[in-house]
């Protein structure tokens, strides 16, 4: 005769167990109190000089001028603090081709490490991190992520630092995110870093620099729109047929 299997005991001490602590949600749920009232605190007390002035104090530091503007490029690219500023100030202090490829270098870093730290907080606290750009990024990003990246990077007036967060939140792969940084990147900063750079030198050829970046621009976000159109239709058409 078979012993009774008594289910209520198996559920009692199950009840009777201990709880394990969840540490892993308390991690994440600090990172984001502490990411939100850092980015809550920059947008509202911390504003940029003028690129004159930006321009003064970074030069104060001689020979090291180099990695300070780059450092200081890569925390403003994190936050949602414009980085306008800094590309124009990189025209006044640095000139066009040094200029070019430090903001370059400062925006490429920022955006890496907001990547990297949505994918550490996860995709839940990224979501209310980005707040109300959350529908648009995660609409545009959750398909053609390498043409998305490239379209809202490009956009006038579209902030970097949602794409940024964004990406590393809802699957686009660190090596896509990268290439398409470094498309869209390079011509809009080229084009921000001439216009600082034509304030220093007023001639010709930064002013035909200013008008070739800004038409680039223009060109690889019609084609970019294009191409994120074209794939996800084609996304779109492979679900209807499964």
């Not at 892993?24 to 940029?48: G, H, K, M, T």
Request: with cysteine; net charge neutral; glycine share 10%.
């Amino acid at each position: 005769m078979s012993p009774v299997h008594d289910d209520s005991v198996d559920s009692a001490e199950q009840h009777a167990q201990p709880q394990r602590f969840d540490w892993e949600a308390l991690l994440r749920n600090s990172a984001l109190v502490i990411v939100l009232l850092l980015l809550l605190w920059s947008v509202f007390n911390v504003q940029l000089p003028s690129a004159s002035r930006l321009r003064d104090l970074i030069e104060t530091w001689g020979w090291a001028a180099w990695l300070v503007f780059i450092g200081i490029y890569a925390v403003v690219a994190m936050t949602p603090i414009p980085v306008t500023v800094m590309a124009v100030t990189a025209g006044l202090l640095f000139g066009l081709v040094e200029g070019t490829v430090l903001s370059v270098i400062g925006v490429l870093i920022g955006c890496w490490g907001a990547y990297w730290l949505a994918r550490g907080l996860g995709r839940q606290v990224t979501i209310k991190l980005l707040g109300s750009h959350n529908r648009n990024v995660q609409r545009h990003l959750s398909q053609a992520g390498f043409q998305a990246v490239v379209m809202l990077r490009l956009l006038p007036g579209f902030p970097y630092w949602p794409i940024n967060y964004g990406s590393g939140a809802f699957g686009v792969g660190q090596r896509e995110f990268m290439l398409a940084s470094i498309v869209s990147v390079v011509p809009g900063q080229v084009s921000l870093v001439a216009i600082g750079s034509f304030i220093s030198t007023p001639d010709v050829l930064h002013g035909v620099v200013v008008g070739a970046g800004w038409l680039v621009v223009l060109v690889l976000t019609i084609w970019a729109y294009r191409r994120w159109n074209a794939a996800r239709s084609g996304i779109g058409s492979q679900d209807h047929v499964t």
